[in-house]
Structures are given as structure tokens and as C-alpha cells.
């Protein structure tokens, strides 16, 4: 086989016995973490990790939604946005987090549906400008190429599809996923930024025997930067998950998220372990 | 099945130069320790010369890596390099004088367990991905020491979180004048993961060369000094931050023409194009 004819070789399959290690050095972790912790503040260190790992699952599923076309895309040859998924999710991602983070002090409720709402807001912004350009500067229509209607509005698409493309633009399903990507994202990563906040808040003053107010620009630098770290490993595990290009939730790709889930679920739960030991050890 | 599309042809082979790189990075980390015993900070420069090394390696290790069409692009390597890299990092700063060894063991777990998910659990049966994702981790953690050594002045956590503001004379403990208070280390983050992921993005491709991508590495890893010596104003004595900011400066500026010397041979030497493998983008 030529190397030019190669294709990368993750395929849809699922690996059982690799998920099923990947669930048992989850609990393992999860275990781990509740003898380390000191008796008394268990619970609240339990409930910390389960929130990351939840955060983690959200980013690594949401990724899935967002329309990432790559470098085709940038040619006009394939639909989505025309750059890489760790680039798209760190956007999208990073900016719900902050927004979050402006609102961490209303609850987590308010905090988590903020960061949702300002990462959807600026996949909306990014799918839309991305549309601007494709329409009115490179003049091609959207036009899907793994679907003959789209699902949501049922208009076909094989007619607006050049020859030799696999689809280009953004069609209407590929919009609506890269803003449902977007929410669940910055909902992701600000549950993990809240938690580890929340953590660091409660036990840095004993730790380094200051006030609360002294400890805060170390708390909140520690939990943004382990909050940024882990929704970059989720955000680039996903995008080997999906290996390239992906047009959104209507894509046969789609239906590997399960193999991301279990990933998301273990990697956050490690990084999770680390962040929250740097506090209880 | 995989198919590597760019094989090393000659150069120095990879176990070399990530030996090399480990070896001088750790070496570099703990010379900067002479600042607790002599109790100035001038050595802080040695973290800087930490961070380019490993710059250096991880750089090839992308290389290594990328080689294989992993379809994600290259900064999606860098990027994972150094997420997993500060959570070892800061975990590992609370064992004080041991901290780079941790660092070292920390990170190599964490990029081994990402590897088996990214390998195993998410299929993508790449032969280099474990081995990969363990060294990009270390380099990581490596390069944001490096920084923090170079910035604060020490790699303890004390240091990475304590600072102190002089007021009319008075000098007060401050945590916001710290590397991790102030946020620093979100700068240190970018900066190192840039300088890893983009020498081999704009060096790749059939013309690839491996002494003018790693010289590339070098001049991004010393123009990332230049700017944390100027941060490192903030903390660390004047004189100390100016000895890194000429080191950086001196190291940036014979990189530069070297990579301009070593663009212009290749440039002159590139005969024979090949197509472009369509490996990327599936």
C-alpha cells in the first residue's frame, strides 16, 4: 500500500475490552480518591470529582456537535468551519468558561448556564461569520454531503453539492449543532472550573494559613489553569476520537461518542485526582 | 492500517536527542537552585535554558508523532502536551526540591494513561501514540518549570505562590505577586505551547529537514525567554531578569540567523518536488 493511499486507521469500530479497562481505572481513581481524602471532608472531595468528571463527559460528547471542516473546508471542498477540533473546542469552550467564571459568584446553577450560553454564543457567532465568508467571499453555496435532506429544515441538498466536494458552507443542522457543541462545552468546562474554585476556596486558607481573601488570585489562577488543562486533553482526545473533519450530529462519525465518553470520563477523572491532591496531601 | 509517511533520513535519531533534551532540562531545573543557596536570584536564566531544550524535544517528538496522519493537525499536539504537562506541573511543585523528578514521574503517567485511552479506547492503533503522548507530557511539565524558575525565581510551590510588593520602603508578602497569583503561568502556558507545536507546522512536508525545524524550536524557545524575562521583571531583582533578557536576546538573535542560513541552503537544495501526501484532513 502506498503511503498516499493510507487512510488514518481509527474506524467506527468499538473496542470492548479497552472501554471496560477504561471504566475499572475509573472507579479505581475515583476509589483512590476517597480513601486519600481526610475523613471528614470526603464527601465534598467526592462530590468535587464526580463534578469534573461530569464537566469532562460534557466537553468530550459536546465536541461531537461542532462542525469542524479542517483544512478541506478552508478550500471550500468539505462543510464546517475551516479549522482543527482542538482549535474550534478551545474557542468555543474557552469562551464559555470565562463567561462562567464572570458568574461564578451566583451560584452554580447561574455559573454553568452562563458558561453554556457564552460558549453556544460564540459557536453561533463563529458558525455565522464562518457562512458570511463562504457565501458572499468565496460564493459557493452550503450544501451537506453525508445527507440528502437536511434533518431539521428538509431541504435537499445534492443539488447545491459541486462535483468532486463533499459538501462545503454550513448547512442549517451543521449551525444548530455547532451551537448545541458550544453549550455543552462551556457548561463542561465551567462545572470543572466551579468545583475546583469551590475546593481550593475551602482549604487553601488552612493550607497556607492566610485568609480567604489573600488566597483568592492563587484559587481562582489554580482552578482556571487546571480547568484550561483539562479541557484541552478532553478537546484534543475527542478530536482523535473523530480524527479530521466531522459536519455535525447528522454524521455517520457521530455515532462514536461512546468511545469518547468512557475516554473523557477517565481522563478527567486522573486529571481530576491531581488537581484535587495538590489540596488534601 | 497506518502508514508512516516521512521517515527520519540521517540527523540525529530521536532516543538521542530526547535523551539529550530530558537529561539537559533536568540538569538546567536544578542549577537553578544555586538561587536558594547563594540566596540571590541571578540564576534564574537556567530555567529559560530548561525550557528551550525541551522545546527542542518535544518539537521532534511532534514530529515523530505528526509523521503518522493523525487528521487533527499538529497543534492539537501541543496543545495536549501541555494541558496534561500543568497538572502534573503544579502537583508537582509541592515536593520541593524533588519537584522536576516528580514532574518527570507525574507526567509520564498521565501522558501514558492518555496514550492507552487515545490508542485503545478511542482506536486509533498509531505505534508511536503512547510513547508520544508520555513524552509530550514531560515536556510539558518540563517547560512550564522552566518558566516558573525563570518568572518567580524557584520552582517550590512557596515560590510559585508567595511574592512580595515593597510599599514606601515596607516590603509586605503578597500573594498576587506571584507566578500562579497573578496568573503568570496562563501566559508561560501559551507561549511554550506555540513554541512546541509550531516549528514542525511551518517546517513539514516534503522539504522537511530535521537541524532547520529543531533550530526553529530553539529561536521559538529563546523569543519565548525574551518575553518572560521582561514578565519576570515583575518578580524577580532587576539584575536577574536582565541577565535572562540578554541570555534570551543573545540566544534569539544567533538562532535566527542560523534558521535564516539554514532556510536558504534548503531553499537552494529543493530540486526535486514531491507531491503532497493527502494523508492530512480525513
Avoid at chain 1, 16 to 29: E, F, K, N, S, Y
Avoid at chain 1, 224 to 247: C, D, P, R, W
Wanted: net charge neutral.
Amino acid at each position: 500500500m502506498s503511503a498516499v493511499a493510507a487512510k488514518p486507521a481509527a474506524g467506527g469500530a468499538m473496542n470492548p475490552t479497552a472501554m471496560g479497562v477504561g471504566i475499572v481505572i475509573l472507579l479505581i481513581l475515583v476509589g483512590a480518591c476517597y480513601y486519600i481524602a481526610p475523613f471528614d471532608s470526603r464527601m465534598m472531595v467526592l462530590s468535587v470529582l464526580i463534578g469534573i468528571i461530569l464537566g469532562g463527559v460534557l466537553i468530550g460528547f459536546g465536541v461531537h456537535f461542532v462542525p469542524v471542516g479542517g483544512a478541506p473546508a478552508a478550500m471550500g471542498q468539505a462543510p464546517g468551519i475551516a479549522t482543527g477540533v482542538a482549535m474550534l473546542a478551545a474557542g468555543g469552550g474557552l469562551a464559555g468558561l470565562f463567561g462562567g467564571a464572570w458568574a461564578a459568584e451566583q451560584g452554580t446553577v447561574v455559573a454553568v448556564v452562563t458558561g453554556g450560553i457564552g460558549g453556544g454564543l460564540m459557536m453561533a457567532i463563529t458558525c455565522m461569520m464562518v457562512n458570511f465568508i463562504y457565501v458572499f467571499g468565496m460564493g459557493i453555496p452550503a450544501a451537506s454531503g453525508k445527507v440528502k435532506n437536511d434533518p431539521i429544515t428538509g431541504d435537499s441538498q445534492a443539488e447545491f453539492k459541486s462535483q468532486g466536494t463533499e459538501g462545503h458552507g454550513l448547512p442549517f443542522i451543521s449551525f444548530v449543532g455547532g451551537v448545541i457543541g458550544g453549550l455543552l462545552a462551556g457548561a463542561g468546562g465551567t462545572l470543572i472550573y466551579l468545583m475546583l474554585l469551590d475546593l481550593y476556596k475551602a482549604t487553601l486558607p488552612t493550607m497556607m494559613q492566610a485568609t480567604e481573601t489573600q488566597i483568592l488570585p492563587i484559587a481562582i489562577s489554580m482552578a482556571g489553569m487546571f480547568a484550561v488543562g483539562m479541557f484541552l486533553v478532553n478537546s484534543v482526545l475527542t478530536a482523535y476520537n473523530i480524527t479530521g473533519t466531522i459536519e455535525g450530529p447528522h454524521d455517520p462519525k457521530f455515532k462514536r461518542w461512546p468511545r469518547s465518553v468512557v475516554a473523557s470520563a477517565v481522563a478527567s477523572a486522573l486529571c481530576g485526582v491531581v488537581a484535587i491532591l495538590i489540596v488534601v496531601m | 492500517m497506518t502508514v508512516k509517511v516521512e521517515v527520519v533520513e540521517g540527523g540525529v535519531p530521536h532516543t538521542t536527542i530526547m535523551a539529550a533534551g530530558l537529561i539537559v532540562s533536568l540538569i538546567c531545573l536544578y542549577l537553578s537552585y544555586l538561587n536558594v543557596i547563594t540566596g540571590k536570584e541571578w540564576f534564574s536564566f537556567f530555567g529559560g535554558l530548561a525550557v528551550v531544550a525541551a522545546l527542542i524535544w518535544g518539537s521532534h517528538t511532534i514530529k515523530v508523532l505528526c509523521s503518522y496522519g493523525i487528521g487533527t493537525g499538529v497543534p492539537s499536539a501541543g496543545m495536549i502536551s501541555f494541558g496534561s504537562g500543568v497538572i502534573a506541573m503544579l502537583l508537582a511543585t509541592k515536593f520541593g526540591l524533588a519537584a522536576p523528578i516528580v514532574a518527570l514521574v507525574l507526567a509520564a503517567v498521565i501522558g501514558l494513561i492518555l496514550g492507552y485511552l487515545s490508542n485503545e479506547v478511542l482506536n486509533m492503533k498509531i505505534p508511536a501514540m503512547v510513547q508520544s503522548l508520555t513524552e509530550l507530557a514531560v515536556v510539558g511539565a518540563f517547560t512550564l518549570m522552566g518558566f516558573a524558575v525563570m518568572i518567580g525565581g524557584g520552582f517550590t510551590f512557596a515560590t510559585l505562590t508567595t511574592g512580595s510588593i515593597t510599599i514606601l520602603g515596607l516590603s509586605l508578602p503578597s500573594y498576587q505577586a506571584s507566578f500562579l497569583g497573578g496568573c503568570l503561568i496562563a501566559v508561560a502556558f501559551l507561549l511554550g505551547a506555540i513554541a512546541i507545536q509550531h516549528p514542525f507546522n511551518a517546517c513539514l512536508g516534503p522539504g522537511w529537514t530535521q537541524d532547520r525545524m529543531l533550530m526553529l524550536t530553539a529561536e521559538c524557545g529563546f523569543l519565548s525567554m525574551i518575553m518572560a524575562a521582561v514578565m519576570s521583571f515583575a518578580l524577580v531583582p532587576a539584575g536577574a531578569a536582565l541577565i535572562s533578557l540578554i541570555i534570551g536576546i543573545i540566544g534569539w538573535a544567533y538562532s535566527y540567523t542560523k534558521y535564516f542560513e539554514l532556510s536558504k541552503r534548503d531553499a537552494a537544495a529543493w530540486l526535486d518536488a514531491k507531491p503532497i501526501p493527502d494523508v492530512e484532513g480525513h
